[in-house]
């Protein structure tokens, strides 16, 4: 259980087959049924489910799942995972392998980091946004 003002918390239903490892980036596989796996690079144990903030924590969320935070809750921590939907507020970094969405709602404190981030008019962000580029690398003949 992961408790401590998280309301509650889901399997998604369509999950996809790979992740990234929200402490090292690198990528694994995943089978449907695990809850979670070690990672073959940093051996760290990677949590695979979706978290949803309820209420205000104080803590460090990582998953390779998708992390929301509802309206009226708060973060005080950072935020590593595939997907982060934010509507409520956070005191941290947020870190996505995959997507940002920030609502009319959300209030981040922090850094932002992502290949994709959605953001609503009303969104308010203090701090360093980040694009990344996850495009693969193609190699050549130089
Ligand atoms: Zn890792």
Redesign the pocket.
């Known amino acids: 259980m992961l408790g401590l003002g998280i309301g509650r918390f889901r399997r998604s239903p369509m999950a996809p087959r790979t992740i990234a490892?929200p402490?090292?980036g690198?990528e694994l596989a995943i089978v449907p049924e695990a809850v979670s796996i070690p990672?073959s690079?940093?051996s760290?144990r990677v949590e695979l489910e979706d978290l949803e903030v309820v209420e205000k924590i104080s803590r460090d969320l990582m998953t390779g799942a998708s992390v929301l935070v509802r309206v009226g809750a708060m973060v005080k921590g950072n935020i590593h995972a595939a997907e982060i939907t934010i509507l409520g507020s956070v005191q941290g970094n947020l870190k996505a392998s995959r997507l940002i969405h920030l609502a009319a709602t959300a209030r981040v404190n922090g850094a932002i980091e992502a290949p994709r981030l959605e953001m609503e008019e009303g969104a308010l962000v203090v701090g360093r946004l980040t694009i990344t580029n996850k495009a693969r690398k193609v190699r050549g003949k130089r």
Do not use: M
């Open positions: 490892c402490y090292c690198k990672c690079k940093c760290r």
